[in-house]
C-alpha cells in the first residue's frame, strides 16, 4: 500500500507555515505529534438536557483543530437554551439544536468538520449514528439520559476500545467521569523540568570519570578564571573521589552525610577572588541533595513494570516496556535521558559534557532497541518510538482501569465519610463526594423539577446505605447536595458548564494526544466552593 | 478611541429581540437567582437583589476577553464594558474564539463586543479600544465589578492600585470595587477575588509570580551553552551593534527571521544545537502557551464569581478562600485557599516593606536588583530617602543631577539600616515604601 504523503516544502528562513502560525500557543505545549493525533480524532458528542456543557467542549476541541466532531442529539431549540447555550441563536428556534449548534461551532475552525444526527426529525437512532458514521476516537454524553442509551454507550466503547466520557452539569454542580476502555499509558507526561535532571553521579561511566578527572587532576593549581568555570557536575564527582578516599570507599547516603558532602564542597569554593565567591560552587552546593542519589524507580514505573496482562495483544509501548524492564533488571538503573541541565561552565566545555550524556543515552537506548527487535511484534517498532520511551523513561504513567467493580462505591464512599470526620476540625476541605452522590442519584432523571430534597436523599441512600448511620453533620452535608440539585432544576448555568467544557475538553486533548496524564476516573466540581476533587470510581 | 462609531451602533441596535419570550429564555439563571440555596445569602431572591442585580454594571479586560464576555452574557449581566488595546493576531485564533481569519489586524475590544450583541440580543457592551492606563477613577468608578484576564503583571498591579486607591478614597461601600483576575499558562491557571482594602491583594500575592532568573550578560556575551543563550545574544546584542531596521518590531517576521539567522550563525559556532524560529520566537517574545480549555476553565470560575457576588446566590470566593490555582498537566488539581492580606503591602498596608540589602552595594545595583526581586519587580525605579533625593529617573535634568549617585555604596550615600526609602515607577499611579534592612556582615 502506498500512502501519500503531503507535506509543506522546508522554508529555508524557517519560518512557520498558515498552520503553524495559528496553532503556535498550542504547538509549544504538545507539538506537531500531538496536533497531527487531534487533526486524525474523531468525537463524538451524544446530547441531552439543557445541552450546554457538551457544546462548550466542543468548543475547546474544535478551536485546537480536532479532525472532525458528530452531534448526536434530537431536541429541538427552544426559547430556554438561548439563555444557557451561546451556540445557538434566535434563527435556530424550532429547528433541530444539533444542527444548529453544529453550524455555529464549524464556524470557529475552517479546518474541522461537523456533523450531526438525526437529519429530518425523526427519532434519533443511536444504534446507526454509532454502527454507520464511526469509528470515533473519543465518546462524550451528557446526563441526564435514558439508561438504556447509557448502556449502547457502553458497549460501542467496550468493543471498539473507545474511551467514553459522561458529564454532568447542573446549577452550581458537575462531574465528569473516564471509563477507559483498558489500561491507559502515557509516554510523553512532560513532568516538570526541574524533577527531569539525572545525572548518574553516584554511577557515573568511564567517559564521564575521565572527563571530570582530566578537568580536576591540578584542581588547585588552576587559575581562578579556570576553577570558576569548572562545570558543577565535574566539581561533585571530584569532591565524591575526595570523600569515597576518606569514608572507605562509600558515597554519601544518609542526610547527614550530604550535608557534610555539601559542607566540604561549600569550603572548597575559593573567596579570595574579586567576586569573593563562585558561582560554579554555588552551583554544586545547591545541587547537592538533589541529585546526590542513586537511581530509583518511581512508583509509577514499577506498576508498569508489575502490570499483568490479560490479553496476548499487546502495543508497542508494552514490547519497549518490557526491554526497559530488561535493561532495568541487567543494570540496576532506567536508561539515560540524557539531559544536561543548564551550568556555569565554558561553552566548549560544556558542549563536550552534553555530548557525553548525550552518547551514553544514545547507547543506552541502542540496547534497548536490541531487545526490543528481538521480542515477537518487536520487528516494526520505530527506533523513535523507542528513544521517547527511553528520555521519558522515568516518568512513563500507567492509567489502571478497574472498571465495573460494585464494591468500589461504597469503598469510596468509606474513605470519604472518614475524610469528613477530619474535615470537620478544618484540617481539610470537606469531601465533595456528597455532590457525586446526588449528581449521580438524578442522572437518570430527565428532569428533577417536581422531585424533592428526600427523595433525592433516599436514592442517595439506596446507593450508599451507610449515609443512613451518620451522625447530623455529615447526613446535613448530603442533605445539602441533593437541596443544590434540586434547586438546580435540571438547568445548567452557563459559567459551571464553561468550566465543565474546559475540564472536560483539556481531558480529552490528554487522551487524543496521549501526551499529559488523565484523570482517573471522576472529577466533581463544586461552583459553590470553587473547587475540584478527583476520585477514582 | 471610536466613540462615534459606538454611538452609531447603539442607537441603530434593538434592546431585545421580538422573537424570543425573554422569561422563559432565561429560566435557568432565573431559577437560581431566585430560589435560595442551602449556602445562599439571605438577601439571596430577594426583590432587592433582583433589582441590584440588574443595575450592575461590568469591566471586563485582556485575554481572555472573547470568554469572559460570552460567560457574563449568558449570566444575563446587561451593560458591559470591555477595555482591550490589541489587535488581533493569527495567533489568537486557536483560543480567542470571537475572532475570524478575517479579522485579523481588527481591534480585539470592538470585534468582540460586536459578535456577542450580535448573538446574545439584549446586551449592552461598549468597546473601548485602548489601554486600561488611559482612564482615570472617575472611569473606573462606574462599575460594580471589574474582572480581568490581562496577560501581564504590570497591568494587574496599576488596575489593582487604582481600585484600592479608589477604595481607600470613597465614602461607601460603593466604592469597594471586587477585582476578579483570571490567568492561564498552559493546562494551568488561577482566579482570584480581591476585595479592595478589606482581602489579600495583587500586590501582597505578588512573589507569587516571581520573574524568570535572567541569564548573565556575561554568558551571552562570551560562553553561550544552550539555544536560548544565543537568541539573546541576537536579540540585545547583534541587534544593537548591526540595527538591521530602525525599531526591532517582535511581530514582524523579517525581524524575527533576522534574529533567527543570526543565533542559528552564533549556535554553529559554539556547536549549540536547537535554535529554530519558534524557539526565537518564543524567547524574545516571552511567549506562553495558551489554550482555548484552560482559558474556559479559567475565565468560567472568574464569572462565576461575579455571578455569585451579584446574586448572592452561593457565598462567593472574597473574605474567606480567595485564590483559587488550576493544574491540568498531572491528573487535575485545584487549590483553592485564603491568601492573606500583607501588613508590609506597598498598595493596601500601612507599614513599609523590609528590603534586604548590603551597604555596601552601590545604589545602581539596588535600583537594578528591584527589577528582579520578586516583592519589587519595579522596572524604571525613582529612589528617595526622606529628606534627600538618591535617584530619578525622569526629568533628564533631574536625573542629570542625580546620576552621580549611583557609584556610590549605600553607606556613602548616609543610608542607615531601617531606613525607609520610597520608590516610584512610572508603570503605576502610588509610591512604594520601602524599609532597608542591612545584611549583617559575615
Known sequence: MTEVITQTPPILTGAPSDKERKYDRQLRLWAASGQAALESSHILLVNSGTGTVGIETLKNLVLPGIGKFTIADDAIVRDSD????????????????????????????????????PKNGEPLSLPDVLGNEGPYTAVLYAL?????????????????????????????????????????????????????????????????????????KDIDSLDNHEHGHLPFVVILLHYLDVWKATHNSAYPSTYAEKVAFRKMVSEAARTDNPEGGEENFDEAVAAVLKTVSPPSLPGDVKEVFAYEHDSPIRSSFWIIADAVKEFYEKHGCLPL????????????????????????????????????????????????????????????KLINPKNNDPERLLEVADEELANDEMAKEGIMPPSLFPIYLALRATAYTPSVETSFPEDILKDMMTLVPQLGDQEPYAHERYEQAAQEVIRGASGELHNVSAVMGGMVAQEMIKIITKQYIPINNTCIFDGIGSRCQVLRL | MSDVTMAEATSAYTPESTRVDETKRWTYVDNIRTNPGPFSDPIAGTQEAIEQFDKIKVLGAGGLGCEILKNLAMSKFRDIHVIDMDTIDVSNLNRQFLFRKDDVGKFKAEVAAAFVMRRVKGVDITPHNCRIQDFDAEFYKQFQFVICGL????????????????????????????????????????????????????????????????????????????????????????????????????????????????????????????????????????????????????????????????????????????????????????????????????????LSRPLQVNPRMTLQDLVDSLAVRPEAQLKKPSIRAESKTLYMQFPPSLEEQTRANLDKTLLDLGLEDGQNVVVTDPAYPLEFNFSLQFKKEV
Open chain 2, 151 to 350: 496577560d501581564s503583571i504590570e497591568a494587574r498591579r496599576w488596575i489593582n492600585a487604582m481600585l484600592v486607591s479608589i477604595a481607600e478614597e470613597g465614602e461607601d461601600a460603593d466604592s469597594l470595587i471586587p477585582m476578579i483576575d483570571g490567568g492561564t499558562e498552559g493546562f494551568k491557571g488561577q482566579a482570584r477575588v480581591i476585595v479592595p482594602t478589606i482581602t489579600s491583594c495583587i500586590e501582597c500575592q505578588l512573589d507569587m509570580h516571581a520573574p524568570r532568573a535572567a541569564v548573565p550578560l556575561c554568558t551571552i556575551a562570551s560562553i553561550p551553552r544552550q539555544p536560548e543563550h544565543c537568541i539573546e545574544w541576537a536579540h540585545v546584542i547583534a541587534w544593537d551593534q548591526e540595527k538591521p531596521f530602525p525599531q526591532l518590531d517582535k511581530d514582524d517576521p523579517e525581524h524575527i527571521t533576522w534574529l533567527y539567522q543570526k543565533a542559528l550563525s552564533r549556535a554553529q559556532e559554539f556547536k549549540i544545537e536547537g535554535v529554530t524560529y519558534s524557539l526565537t520566537q518564543g524567547v524574545v517574545k516571552n511567549i506562553i502557551p495558551a489554550i482555548a480549555s484552560t482559558n474556559a476553565i479559567i475565565s468560567g470560575a472568574c464569572c462565576n464569581e461575579a455571578f455569585k457576588l451579584a446574586t448572592s446566590a452561593a457565598p462567593p470566593l472574597g473574605i474567606e478562600d480567595n485564590y483559587m490555582m488550576y493544574s491540568g498537566n498531572d491528573s487535575i488539581y485545584t487549590y483553592t485557599f485564603k491568601h492573606e492580606k500583607k501588613p508590609d503591602c506597598p498598595v493596601c498596608g500601612q
Open chain 1, 337 to 396: 535521558p540524557g539531559g544536561l541541565p543548564d551550568m556555569k561552565a565554558q561553552s566548549s566545555v560544556y558542549i563536550q559534557l552534553q555530548n557525553i550524556y548525550k552518547r551514553k543515552a544514545r547507547r543506552d537506548a541502542a540496547e534497548v532497541f536490541e531487545s526490543v527487535r528481538r521480542a515477537s511484534g518487536g520487528d516494526a517498532i520505530d527506533p523513535a518510538e523507542v528513544d521517547l520511551f527511553c528520555k521519558n523513561a522515568a516518568f512513563v
Open chain 1, 144 to 216: 441526564p439520559v435514558h439508561p438504556r442509551c447509557e448502556l449502547l454507550l457502553q458497549e460501542y466503547c467496550n468493543q471498539n476500545k473507545t474511551p467514553l466520557i459522561a458529564v454532568h452539569s447542573t446549577g452550581f454542580y458537575a462531574d465528569f467521569k473516564i471509563t477507559f476502555p483498558g489500561p491507559f499509558p502515557v509516554v510523553e507526561t512532560h513532568p516538570d523540568v526541574t524533577a527531569t535532571t539525572d545525572l548518574r553521579l553516584l554511577s557515573p561511566w568511564d567517559e564521564l570519570i575521565d572527563f571530570a578527572r582530566g578537568m580536576t
Open chain 1, 82 to 117: 438561548l439563555g444557557v447555550n451561546f451556540f445557538l441563536d434566535e434563527d435556530g428556534l424550532g429547528k433541530s439544536r444539533a444542527q444548529h449548534c453544529t453550524e455555529l461551532l464549524v464556524e470557529l475552525n475552517p479546518e474541522v468538520q461537523g456533523d450531526w444526527f
